[in-house]
């Protein structure tokens, strides 16, 4: 793919900065044809799928070309969905953050419509709505579109599909002539194609055909996750799989930087790479995760252009890319040299609509994976151990040893056994890094049915709290089933609650800095009564 630069395409500076913050460097395939051509005040028809940056395409030229000093209505966006109309008006005001008197207001079904009516009378530039929401404001006078110059038409084939033909054909009448029209569809059937000659003069056809590539041999696996618990799951996957190499991606340098940060505040080897790097720097860095010294290397898209290190063993989208071709180009740099790689994803909420987007374009199978327990990775690291022993006693003389051993033995009231589980758990220690045992499960007797471990919190009935707020905590901070969650005990003051024994350890570390009903909360074993 060919790169193209935010500050190569004639973006005024408070624009410029807006997208800096917003950790973009470069522009997608649709931007970079679609900014410069509307720029030019052409109408246009784009042809791009959801997920390849069609907001900013034609919302940075529309902020251009508002007058900040008029407090008239300037721009139409129209949206098929209330959700999309949202979304798109978030994207024009990060994108406007720097551009002082613009006001972006979204108009949809559903919301009160005198508060809309009031924001529209305070004056606003620029309203993106849905057909039906903004026929209704034609219709009691509260939209004026005499200063409109431009109306853009955002998913016109979807809108169609929902039966706003006559309601969009009747608000492009009523848009002044001398306007630009532009319009984005993913597909162009003969519905839009008449609204084209209807409607525009001398549209200018921009394309983004997506190549149709495919990924094979490289297992893809997806984790829903919260966004506060990205950086632990992180940490869980880098501990079970224990890859020789990893390319961690992020959206934005920002977060490149604080997640290297962190990484390293855990005791990883890992550095970043992002535009803002000098060429020595980025020398640097990259000298250093070819030659294994650093283990994890966390970049944005364009950074990582030209990265062609064969050892990588797994990718991790820390944060799913904004288009789907970048999806391709990040996980197929593991799995190189007929190896098999692994690629991780991270999901967040509606973000799984993404990547069925992309599972589509990759014609490929990502399939859901259950967030690793404490358990699961305490168990991986005993497996790594006793690889490790096993290889010692079969390739190594360990004669000296087993004298000094029998020496001691007889010396002390202990057996080979304990002798060996101890020195197992000081290995785990130092494997983990803490002073905490990871394996231990050894909850003293806390009162609860067998299998089960009672745990104390500092919250009760005067507090307003009910057995399905603290179910809903427990279940919601560990991604624990809420069917494993035993009896829920509640007082005045207090509750205990009962968890499976192999979820206590990670339901007093989920739940440290949780607050229920508002309150920060104390959770730790109970004392058997």
């Known amino acids: 793919m060919e790169t193209v630069r935010f500050d190569e395409l004639n973006i005024v500076d408070p624009i410029l900065r807006a997208i800096t913050d917003m950790g973009f460097e470069e522009a997608t395939p649709i931007q970079a044809k679609a900014i ?5 005040g052409v109408d246009i028809v784009g042809q791009a799928q959801t997920g390849t940056g069609k907001t900013a395409a034609f919302g940075i030229p529309l902020l251009q070309k508002i007058n900040p000093k008029s407090k008239k209505l300037q721009s139409v966006v129209l949206c098929p969905t209330r959700e999309l109309a949202i979304q798109v008006a978030e994207e024009i005001r990060n994108l406007s953050k720097y551009m002082h008197g613009i006001k972006v207001l979204p108009i949809y079904g559903g919301q009160d419509i005198v508060k809309q009516i009031r924001s529209l009378k305070a004056g606003t530039q620029i309203i993106i709505g849905t057909p039906g929401r903004v026929m209704d404001h034609m219709r009691r ?3 004026k579109f005499e200063e409109v110059h431009t109306i853009i038409l955002d998913e016109a084939d ?4 929902m039966g706003f033909r006559e309601d969009i054909e009747t608000i492009l009448k009523e848009i002044p002539e001398e306007r630009q029209t532009i319009m984005f569809s993913a597909t162009m059937p003969k ?3 008449d609204i084209t000659k209807t409607y525009q003069k001398d549209a ?3 394309k983004v055909v997506k190549k149709e590539l495919t990924v094979p041999k490289i297992e893809q696996y997806y984790y829903e996750v919260k966004t506060k618990n990205k950086e632990e799951v992180l940490s869980r996957l880098l501990d079970i799989y224990d890859p020789k190499l990893s390319l961690v991606f992020c959206n934005t340098k920002r977060e490149v930087d604080e997640l290297v940060v962190a990484l390293q505040g855990r005791g990883y080897f890992a550095e970043g790479l992002h535009g803002d790097l000098k060429q020595a720097q980025r020398d640097r860095v990259m000298n250093s995760f070819r030659n294994g010294k650093t283990e994890i290397l966390v970049a944005t898209d364009v950074a990582a252009r030209g990265i062609d290190v064969d050892d990588v063993e797994a990718v991790f989208n820390y944060d799913l890319p904004q288009d789907e071709e970048y999806y391709v180009h990040r996980i197929g740099r593991t799995g190189r040299a007929g190896r098999t790689g692994k690629a991780f994803s991270f999901v967040i909420g509606r973000e799984v609509y993404k990547l069925r987007d992309i599972q589509k374009y990759c014609k490929t199978k990502i399939l859901l994976q259950p967030i690793p327990s404490l358990n699961d990775v305490a168990n991986t690291k005993v497996e790594k151990l006793l690889e490790q022993v096993r290889n010692i006693i079969q390739e190594e003389d360990l004669t000296s040893m087993i004298s000094l051993v029998e020496e001691k033995l007889n010396e002390e009231d202990f057996t080979a056994l304990d002798m ?6 000081l290995m785990l220690r130092k494997e ?3 002073q905490e045992d990871i394996m231990s499960e050894d909850f003293k007797d806390t009162g609860a049915e067998q299998g089960m471990v009672r745990l104390f919190i500092n919250i009760g009935k005067k507090q307003n709290v009910r057995p399905g707020d603290i179910l809903g905590a427990v279940a919601g901070e560990t991604g624990m089933p809420g069917k494993l969650v035993g009896s829920i005990d509640m007082y005045d ?4 609650v009962e968890v499976p024994r192999e979820y206590a350890k990670d339901v007093l570390k989920a739940m440290q800095d949780v607050k229920i009903k508002g309150k920060n909360i104390n959770i730790e074993p109970a004392n058997k009564k």
């Not at 060996?420 to 758990?425: C, I, R």
């Open 36 to 40: 410069p051509m509307e720029m030019t």
């Open 204 to 206: 200018q056809m921009i």
């Open 420 to 425: 060996a589980a101890a020195f197992f758990k």
């Open 493 to 496: 003051k207090y509750t205990f």
């Open 432 to 434: 983990s890094g803490t």
């Open 141 to 143: 006078k509260t939209v």
């Open 158 to 161: 979807e809108m169609l599909n």
């Open 191 to 193: 519905p839009i194609l």
